[in-house]
């Protein structure tokens, strides 16, 4: 009998079993949503800290001349200039278990900040402080003397007119640096990785996954998925920030 050749088995198609897996990869594992948790908390309570020392700082550099104002602008600004790491060392060299600050915090107050979440957000306070001083700083400058001169003629106080008056009028700046100062901190890594360690759960903030990520074989997809994360962080923040300034401007009239 004559031999028919059998029909080819019909191959699995593909596109499916891709498209799964495209879609898939475009999910985070639990380990990195927490560490983008992570990261917005510790930016959250980083400007939550440094916000009200910066509103102090940019006042007192703007309103008054005093001795000692060359080097405390300085002393602001010196993150922007000091390598992340050094920056990160001199927090450790502080605060650290038997640092000046550290240990007495440690042995007085039992609070222990390195290599935990709240060192990681000392840290980024420290790197994002002169962002947020400068902007509220310029704000400050660009209001108008005459409007607290004249309430200072009405019989107003100084903690009236700061109230009152002047922090009403540099609230675009305070504003703007909040959020940049928070978008400042969603990038922060030498400083971190430094004072606080790259310990999952507790201080690998994004940059820090991303590295970790970088150092696995294999790990480029997910480092760069959650690089998307981080600009999409990022450019939102920056772009709020701009929206935000010039309605607040355009409220006050500027």
């Keep these: 009998m ?20 495209g879609s898939n990869s ?3 594992t639990p380990e990195e949503w927490q560490a983008v948790r992570l990261t917005l908390v510790v930016a959250a309570r980083a400007v939550g800290f440094g916000l009200p020392l910066a ?29 992340p790491v050094v920056t990160g060392w001199l927090l450790l060299i502080l605060f650290g278990i038997r640092g000046p600050i550290g240990s007495i915090l440690d042995q007085y107050f039992g609070i222990r900040l390195v290599f935990t979440t709240a060192g990681a957000s000392l840290a980024c306070a420290v790197m994002t402080f002169p962002v947020m001083v400068r902007a509220i700083r310029l704000s400050l400058e660009a209001a108008d003397p005459g409007l607290e001169q004249a309430a ?16 009403p009028l540099a609230s675009p700046g305070i504003l703007v640096g909040a959020i940049v100062g928070y978008a400042t901190c969603l990038g922060e890594f030498g400083a971190v ?3 606080a360690a790259n310990i999952p759960g507790q201080t690998q903030t994004l940059p820090l996954a991303i590295y970790t990520a970088l150092q696995s074989p294999g790990g480029e997809a997910k480092a760069a998925q959650l ?3 981080s600009l999409a962080l990022a450019l939102t923040g ?7 300034g ?9």
């Design 2 to 21: 004559p031999c028919w050749p059998s029909s080819p088995a019909p191959r699995p198609a593909r596109c499916s079993s891709n498209a799964a897996s």
């Design 55 to 83: 509103i102090l700082t940019a006042w007192l550099l703007a309103r008054f001349r005093f001795p000692g104002r060359a080097l405390l602008h300085a002393a602001v600004h010196l993150p922007l200039v000091l390598p």
């Design 26 to 28: 475009l999910n985070l």
């Design 152 to 167: 200072r003629s009405l019989g107003a106080g100084r903690l009236d007119r700061l109230f009152n008056i002047t922090l």
């Design 246 to 254: 010039k309605r607040l401007n355009a409220a006050l009239g500027r």
């Design 227 to 229: 690089s998307l994360v």
């Design 238 to 244: 920056l772009l709020l920030s701009e929206w935000l």
């Design 193 to 195: 990785i430094t004072f």
